[in-house]
């Protein structure tokens, strides 16, 4: 499929100078069009009053086929009817249309039905749900001859759809998420493997002093649009055999397979298993992770599912190839042309340039645990351990999940070309090479699903004024090109709506934080005062590992005072963001903000918001003007918030970390500090906090207040017209999955013909 960087040349970037070798193809698909043949379903008799009983049985029907599909999670027009519904339960609920049906008052309904405007919003959902599926998909129609045998299984820990799934912790979740969105609306063959966790992460309350609240709600299955698959598997985790329930969540044109562990007939222990993301000692995640090879494995082969290629999302599933290995074994391959043929068809992508981050555990416990697999495929203990062993003649060495997934994966990807480089220096031991450069990691740098991160205000500005329709996949000219030819008053005036919108919110959440801690009623009235719709606003929302150095720009607090103080050029700062629970430096660094936020010139300045999730998240990349990223470089493996408020006219200001190198262009955005990696953490912050201090006094306050006659800033428009202009067309996960395709899929599924 040598096509795809073409027929996505207005998505990528350029492909040519990959640093993963593309499998030669015989045939291409630069010619072809890819763009959709819809078959429209045109809603009939619009203005059409149910009265009888099976109409609206009907209408609620329609309601319930779009409630079990996640397609609604990315498609504005199919969550109106719920909203319509009952607005209270839907804002209470997380935006779940599942919990809006459930808590419908069927009389009401009955009524509303007979309403021309309210059957239209759910006719209007239905046909465009149908023609979604109607449509046949860009890979269908431009795929070359052989590559119908494409099947991916796509395994992760954790899968962000949206906010009311809370199956996912942060970046790999919603990566995953995005990439099954994207591969729905390709139309590519992939099938998500997870594990469908009771309490999800936890819900993030800040107490009075700062320090985090973990709240671990338990979610019940009944408010996710999940399918019983009625099966059980037993999977081998050491002496035992654990029992696995199979359920599954449509998500447009593919699905993800989950695994469920609280079952009456499992152990207590083993209940827990599905509990919660990333809990628990280091023992219990190894089991987690057994479950999720092993048991994904097991899952797929219970629904006669047969992939083709296995894409590794994180070492977390590394044991999904060990689990492959005893299944060719015992289907008569030998033990060698098994690991030919688990290499040949996996593809790893590694996500983390932290050495601690890798996972690693006591190698007789990980012998204990996959007994069953190593002794099917016919290996000796301590031939599997050195799958694992970066030493193998360590004797106290650790067994390491990336080294597994490194060993027994062909196709092996950073996710930024700085990631890249430094995943191959990072894993250069394991390859035992001299060269750095020889180690076979390459890089896919990630990407967003825009339709997902889009605010529907701003979907509706970019149609108006450059043509664009994200339903649309097609080669030519990139419409995000076409931005450069904007009206900068239009875009202005965008992005007053949008900030609008996000102070409205801000404060919608600050009293209600001040609500739950039982806050004085003058702290409420603050809240509610916080926030200024004409101030520069700042966007800070991560994750508060320490690498990412939240408090940085209030290492000069006065400095930092004089900036937000000034009357005639507000400006204001919003952070968001999740520690793990025993990351206590995490907590500590939020804590800290949160004291700076109530510290005298900083309140109603500085706000931090609690329960951060995807809605917290939409709201943020989409009003806030300027993006901070500050990380300790080159931590940032690659980092994906930054890529979502480019689509809305918003600007980064970023360490030149992860993703960001390769979209910096000096008129883009602006790079605080110089690109250097220093190994002495108190200077780094120094000459960073410095850089940051200089571009905001210099550049980026003034630029936004500098306004014209009309009132228009237009050195400010300037650049957040080229910021617009350049990044969604390349920093997408349509982009990221043709990529895939291209580099890893095809070629995989070419590797195997050959075995």
Known sequence: MACAAKTFRRLSTDMANSDIPFTKQKASLSKATVTPTRKKFV???????????????SLERDLRNIAADLWWSWNEIARRPFAAIDPFTWEASGHNPLTVLARMDHAMFATRCQEPDFVNLIRAARDAQKTYHATEPWFERCALAGSSALHVAYFCSEFAIHESLQQYSGGLGVLAGDHMKSASDLGVPITGVGLLYQRGYYLQQFRADGSTRVIEPHWATSTMPLTDEKTIIRVPIGARKVRAKIWSMQVGRVKIVLLDTDLKANKKRDRRLTEGLYKGEPEFRLRQQVLLGVGGVMALQALRLEPTVYHLNEGHAAFASVARLANLVEHGKSIDKAIDHVRASTVFTTHTPVPAGHDRYNADEVADLLSNCWKRAGLARRAFLEMGLEQPNDPKATFCMTVLALRTAQHVNGVAALHGRVSREMWQNVFGVNDAALVPIGHVTNGVHA?????????SFWKQHIGLDLDRVETGDDPWAKVETVDPAALWNLRNTLRNRLVHFVRERLVMQAMRRGDAPDSSMRALAAFNPQALTIGFARRF???????????????????????????????????????KDGQAYAAEVHHWARESGFEGRVVLLEEYDMHVGRMLVSGCDVWLNNPMRPYEASGTSGMKPPMHGGINLSILDGWWPESYDGTNGWAIGDGREGTDREAQDQIDSESLYELLEKEVVPDFFDCDASGVPQRWMKRSIRSAATVPSRFNTHRM???????????ALESLKLK
């Open 43 to 57: 809603a009939k008799n619009l203005e059409f009053k149910p009265k009888d009983a099976k109409a609206i049985e």
């Open 451 to 459: 339709r997902t991160w889009l605010a529907p205000e701003a979907e």
């Open 545 to 583: 590992a320490t690498y990412k150095r939240a408090p940085l720009i209030f290492r000069q607090a006065d400095r930092l005072r004089a900036i937000l103080g000034d009357s005639k050029r507000p400006v204001q700062i919003v952070f968001a963001g999740k520690a793990h629970p025993r990351d």
């Open 737 to 747: 999955v043709a990529e895939y395709l291209e580099k890893a899929y095809i070629p």
